[in-house]
């Protein structure tokens, strides 16, 4: 059979569904596999989980959609946390077709000898058009990449407008902010760490090229509180993390800083960049 034939029928003897509702998982590892061509040299379970976590957070579902529990509150949640379902799709993806898929040793990888070619793409995006239309009743576009979000968008004297409207855009209900709590699910000043009250404010705002814009390291994770002050110049950063606190607040204490954990050597540098 060829890698063109294996791939289609894999995607239709799927099952897109669990028990009543949507498998949100099982849609995320299509699109995955979509977003590669179907063409997968040995990647790692963690990091398919990593593209099924932002599929989900990225694409905001109806919590209706789901009944599984993690699912409907992926926002809680670290890509590792899916691990083990994505795993079972893996293994059920498998069960279920001649599959070009094969799962050893924690990796996935795929069996066909090519990728398929643009022609071949179209046709496999028709089908799952199809699928997503019956479950969602629309089609979905999706790449993980941040630096779409960033397209429409231009930042101007401090602000981000829409470049089509000219509307002001909240930098908080886009990508970066869900990447920005992927693995920090709490201030990082105070440790608060109710979802929905997180914001994350860019520690280093002068941007040299678009991949300052996206990149989750150039940003701090802060409770409502911390967030307000941080904008009204209560305080920054120091090279190593630190707190300078410029004037006095009941919530900022002189002995705040970033946990070493959060500390990448990105970070670092971003924090670098900001006082230079
Ligand atoms: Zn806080």
Redesign the pocket.
């Known amino acids: 059979m060829d890698d063109f034939y294996t791939v289609y029928s894999d995607v239709m003897k799927q099952n897109y569904n669990d028990s009543t509702k949507v498998n949100l998982i099982k849609f995320g590892l299509l699109f995955f596999l979509k977003e590669s061509n179907f063409y997968i040299e040995k990647i790692k379970i963690s990091k398919v989980a990593r593209y099924v976590y932002r599929f989900l957070i990225d694409n905001d579902f109806d919590s209706n959609l789901t009944s599984n529990v993690l699912v409907k509150n992926i926002a809680r949640y670290r890509p590792e946390d899916l691990i083990y379902h994505v795993e079972n799709e893996v293994l059920n993806w498998i069960k279920l077709s001649n599959s070009f898929l094969q799962y050893k040793d924690s990796e996935l990888f795929s069996i066909n000898q090519n990728r398929l070619t643009n022609d071949q793409m179209h046709k496999i995006d028709k089908v799952v058009d199809i699928i997503c239309i019956k479950h969602f009743n629309k089609k979905i576009e999706y790449s993980e990449n941040v630096c779409n979000d960033f397209r429409a968008i231009k930042y101007v004297n401090g602000k981000f407008i829409s470049v089509d409207r000219n509307e002001k855009i909240d930098i908080n209900k886009t990508r970066v902010r869900n990447r920005a709590i992927e693995n920090t699910k709490y201030?990082e000043?105070?440790d608060?760490n109710d979802i929905s009250d997180l914001k994350f404010v860019y520690i280093h705002n002068i941007f040299d090229d678009l991949n300052d814009l996206c990149d989750a390291n150039n940003t701090l994770v802060?409770?409502e509180?911390?967030f307000r002050l941080y904008n009204s110049n209560f305080f920054r950063l120091d090279e190593f993390g630190k707190i300078n606190v410029f004037k006095e607040h009941h919530?900022l204490d002189s002995r705040m800083r970033i946990s070493k954990h959060n500390l990448t050597p990105q970070k670092l540098n971003y924090l670098r960049k900001n006082l230079s």
């Open positions: 201030c000043l105070c608060k802060l409770c509180e911390h919530s």
